[in-house]
């Protein structure tokens, strides 16, 4: 019986760290035949993912460029894409998330009639502007995916409302805590030389901030309640890890580069930010991944963002949505820092993961078999 071809798109970090965990499940069986392709919507940050669960690229179309537009990305994969599927004829393309390169990539399957999955599917913030263009980048690969492997129950409502046939929407859980478990196990301690300017057992926060519609003003205004915070707290420190668009660097070191206990840095790699994120004392973030990885690990987050997709996070997690208003950031971070019982209230709420067991992969790959097994 000769093997299923599937082809596993990532363009970006975060994509390569929740798509690893089925591209692992899917190669443990001998019935599919397991191609990765990365678009290189980012370079160096995709590749170390990868890497750290031993896997590489099967071909990588080097797309990105210096202040790239959206424009350049979708035609750039588009185009990319769609010749390695003429050449290699799978019949599987799986796609994740909200990127751009998941709806290029997932449009350039359709055009050609291979089925297509999306793992992460359903997730809405309700808003097509927010976070943009993520939200419809989602709502597009949703309307023309053959399995909609749904995180939660929620995402599976949101399908249904918008008309997707029950059929086709699977709940799995979340595949970034499979790789989550995955990397708890594996990591000890920080290889990154910035993170050993930390001294020993310091109070620190993470933070993180890069989307989109928070360049400019609201960037600002977080970096603003940052300063604060920090001149509020002088035994505090923080980690930020920044984005490599010029546009977030340039913000973020305008106001922080001169703040003694503040380490500016690269993207961390993904073992690096699983212990940042274990050892900080909170995480400001206003990554989507982050939200439902603090969760797990039932680490406080306050979300930087004015909606969420991921309502879980905020309802039976460990977030916290509070936008990106410098005062009510500013508030919420001094409120964590200083009572013990809003401490033990977010971390109550989380006894009930909303994300998953960290078998998602597992599924998806189960169902992908029974699916060709006995339809195809």
């Given at each position: 019986?000769?093997?299923?071809?599937?082809?596993c798109?990532?363009?970006?970090?975060?994509?390569?760290?929740?798509?690893?965990?089925?591209?692992?499940?899917?190669?443990?069986?001998?019935?599919?035949?397991?191609?990765?392709?990365?678009?290189?919507?980012?370079?160096t940050?995709?590749?170390?993912?990868?890497?750290?669960?031993?896997?590489?690229?099967?071909?990588?179309?080097?797309?990105?460029?210096?202040?790239?537009?959206l424009?350049?990305?979708?035609?750039?994969?588009?185009?990319?894409?769609?010749?390695?599927?003429?050449?290699?004829?799978?019949s599987?393309?799986?796609?994740?998330?909200d990127t751009?390169?998941?709806?290029?990539?997932?449009?350039?399957?359709?055009?050609?009639?291979?089925?297509?999955?999306h793992?992460?599917?359903?997730?809405?913030?309700?808003?097509m502007?927010?976070?943009?263009?993520?939200?419809m980048?989602?709502?597009?690969?949703?309307?023309?995916?053959?399995?909609?492997?749904?995180?939660?129950?929620?995402?599976?409502?949101?399908?249904?409302?918008?008309?997707?046939?029950?059929?086709?929407?699977?709940?799995?859980?979340?595949?970034?805590?499979?790789?989550?478990?995955?990397?708890?196990?594996?990591?000890?301690?920080?290889?990154?030389?910035?993170?050993?300017?930390?001294?020993?057992?310091?109070?620190?926060?993470?933070?993180?901030?890069?989307?989109?519609?928070s360049?400019?003003?609201?960037?600002?205004?977080?970096?603003?309640?940052?300063?604060?915070?920090?001149?509020?707290?002088?035994e505090?420190?923080?980690?930020?890890?920044?984005?490599?668009?010029?546009?977030?660097?340039?913000?973020?070191?305008?106001y922080?580069e001169?703040?003694?206990?503040?380490?500016?840095?690269d993207?961390?790699?993904?073992?690096d930010?699983?212990?940042?994120?274990?050892?900080?004392?909170f995480?400001?973030?206003?990554?989507?991944?982050?939200?439902?990885?603090?969760s797990?690990?039932?680490?406080?987050?306050?979300?930087?963002?004015?909606?969420?997709?991921r309502?879980?996070?905020?309802e039976?997690?460990?977030?916290?949505?509070?936008?990106?208003?410098?005062?009510?950031i500013?508030?919420?971070?001094?409120?964590?820092?200083?009572?013990?019982?809003?401490f033990?209230?977010?971390?109550?709420?989380?006894?009930?993961?909303?994300?998953?067991?960290?078998?998602?992969?597992?599924?998806?790959?189960?169902?992908l078999?029974?699916?060709?097994?006995?339809?195809?």
């Amino acid at each position: 019986m000769s093997r299923k071809t599937v082809v596993c798109v990532v363009g970006t970090r975060p994509e390569a760290i929740k798509m690893a965990p089925v591209v692992l499940a899917l190669r443990s069986q001998s019935y599919f035949d397991v191609k990765i392709l990365a678009t290189g919507q980012h370079s160096t940050m995709l590749d170390q993912a990868l890497e750290h669960f031993r896997l590489s690229a099967d071909m990588n179309l080097h797309i990105m460029k210096e202040r790239q537009s959206l424009d350049h990305i979708t035609a750039s994969v588009m185009t990319g894409a769609g010749k390695y599927f003429d050449e290699t004829d799978p019949s599987a393309i799986l796609v994740h998330g909200d990127t751009t390169t998941t709806f290029a990539s997932a449009l350039a399957g359709f055009y050609r009639n291979i089925p297509v999955g999306h793992v992460e599917a359903g997730l809405r913030s309700g808003n097509m502007h927010l976070p943009f263009p993520e939200e419809m980048n989602r709502v597009l690969t949703d309307r023309i995916t053959s399995w909609a492997f749904a995180p939660t129950e929620l995402a599976k409502e949101n399908l249904l409302k918008e008309g997707t046939p029950e059929d086709m929407i699977h709940v799995t859980g979340n595949t970034v805590i499979d790789a989550l478990l995955y990397t708890v196990k594996s990591t000890s301690r920080p290889s990154c030389s910035e993170l050993a300017k930390l001294p020993e057992n310091v109070p620190f926060l993470l933070v993180t901030a890069h989307r989109r519609e928070s360049w400019g003003k609201p960037l600002e205004d977080i970096c603003h309640a940052l300063t604060m915070l920090l001149d509020a707290h002088p035994e505090l420190w923080m980690v930020i890890p920044m984005h490599r668009n010029p546009s977030v660097r340039e913000t973020i070191k305008k106001y922080l580069e001169n703040k003694e206990k503040a380490i500016l840095c690269d993207p961390l790699d993904y073992p690096d930010f699983v212990w940042a994120m274990n050892a900080s004392k909170f995480i400001l973030s206003d990554s989507g991944g982050v939200q439902e990885e603090a969760s797990a690990i039932k680490k406080p987050v306050l979300i930087l963002r004015d909606v969420t997709e991921r309502p879980e996070a905020v309802e039976k997690g460990s977030g916290v949505l509070v936008g990106v208003d410098g005062e009510k950031i500013f508030s919420n971070a001094i409120e964590l820092l200083e009572s013990k019982d809003r401490f033990m209230e977010i971390e109550n709420k989380c006894k009930l993961q909303p994300f998953g067991d960290g078998t998602a992969a597992i599924k998806i790959a189960e169902l992908l078999k029974d699916y060709f097994e006995n339809d195809h």
